[in-house]
Structure formats: C-alpha cells, structure tokens
C-alpha cells in the first residue's frame, strides 16, 4: 500500500495523519518532479517483493492529477512490473467523477475507500464508469454500518476491510469480515497498538489485531481477492518490516 509511505516525505518525522498526507501531496503534485518520485515509489515497493499496489490518493490525487500524471503512472507501473489493486481515494460529489476515471486509467475497477455524502448521490456515476467504491471502514463502527451504506448504493459498492480500524473501533477483525461476507471486496491487513484513538499502526503481532484469524475467516468465507499488508508508521520507515509481514503471509497461505 503506497499509503504505508505517509510519512516518507516529511523525512519520517510525521505529526499526525493530516501532517503526512499534506506534505506528501506538495512533493508529488509538480508534473516536473513527478517521474522521479513516483518511480522511486515503485523501485523500493517492488523490491521488498510485491507485485501489485493499493495506489494512495496523495500519490495521485484527483484535485491535482493530470493526464500527464497519468501516463507516468502507466509507464512506471509496466516498468516495474506492478498492478493497481485499488485506486486508495476518499470520495465525495466533488471528486467521484474524477476518481472514476483515475482508477480506470490506472487499471483498476476498484476505489477503495471512504465516502462523504450520500451513497445514492455517487451510484449513478460509479454505474456510468463501472467502478465499484468498496468502502473502507474508519468511522463505521459495525459492520451492519458499512452494510447499510452498501445497500443504499444499490449494486455500486462493497467492503474494503480495515482490520486496524475494526480493532480501533472495538470490533473483533475476524468477526466483521464473517459477517461482511460476500460483500468483500478487498482487505487491508494491519495491526494496531490499542483500542481507541490515536489510531497506531505496528507490526504484525505487536498490537491487539490476530491477522492470521483474519487470514483465516477470509478463507472461510472463500475470498480470493488481493491481500493489502499495510503499515503506516510516523517516526521510521516501514519497509523492513512490511517485507517480514508479506513473508509471514505468505506462510500462512501455503
């Protein structure tokens, strides 16, 4: 997930969510820089072992993106040999239009993340453009919530899986995902330190989520979809351990 990078750019000295996001925006916005930074991106995500990304909006944010953007994108992407899973984007009525097109163009069908407004008001636009929003839980505390929300948008949206925000929010992970069922569409796999805010990623085992029981009701509910290892630290750069963790994963899938 290029979102595990938020902090990258402010030198890994981050002050909030709000902080990295912000600061990652103003590096990557610059058509002139771009090439340059997105392709670093890519090179150390593809050396660590991934073969796809879940694509985060502050690397390619639909206020800023252009279709010079875009074919950057495309080129480092088959440079390097890397497959979108999500376009990662929070969407509303100002940006669903262009959110579509982004995430077609970087070959995916699939937005995966929150939404403002409401569900019915961004259907008619995600049916035009054959993009389905799998809506990523933040601040859905159930998962009869985020069903809700899936219902209204009538056939356009389905369930991005956050086990982090699941155990934030004090709902067993494994749980929710039994009881979204059909409904997932994707999965982010994170651990997180404590109930409650602030919401502190960790590794794998470090925190209160059991990603293997995850891992496992996925199975059970015959998910065969894209597995997402994120890890979004503030203070230190996550790529030694986001490798253990696909590693890790990659044992329990064998």
Request: aromatic content about 6%.
């Amino acid at each position: 997930m290029t979102a595990n990078y938020v902090a990258r750019e402010t030198g890994f000295a981050m002050r909030g969510w709000g902080h990295g996001d912000r600061t990652t925006n103003e590096a990557f916005a610059p058509l002139e820089t771009y090439g340059e930074r997105f392709d670093a991106l890519l090179r150390d995500i593809r050396a660590l072992g991934f073969d796809a990304i879940d694509l985060w909006g502050a690397h390619l944010n639909p206020e800023w993106a252009t279709d010079e953007h875009v074919a950057v994108v495309r080129d480092a992407l088959e440079r390097r040999g890397l497959e979108v899973a999500t376009y990662a984007v929070w969407v509303d009525k100002s940006n669903i239009v262009r959110s579509c097109e982004l995430a077609q163009a970087v070959g995916t069908k699939t937005i995966g993340g929150g939404l403002s407004g409401e569900p019915a008001e961004l259907a008619p636009v995600l049916r035009e453009h054959s993009v389905t929003l799998a809506i990523e839980n933040h601040p859905e505390r159930t998962p009869s919530e985020v069903l809700a929300k899936i219902e209204a948008g009538a056939g356009t949206m389905a369930a991005t899986v956050d086990t982090g925000w699941w155990a934030t929010q004090g709902y067993d992970p494994a749980r929710a995902i039994e009881e979204l069922g059909v409904h997932v569409r994707h999965v982010h796999l994170k651990d997180v330190l404590h109930e409650g805010e602030p919401h502190e990623t960790c590794a794998w085992g470090k925190g209160i989520v059991d990603v293997e029981a995850c891992v496992r009701a996925l199975q059970r509910i015959g998910y065969s979809g894209s597995l997402t290892v994120e890890h979004e630290p503030e203070h230190h750069d996550p790529s030694h351990e986001t490798r253990a963790m696909r590693t890790q994963l990659e044992g329990w899938l064998r």
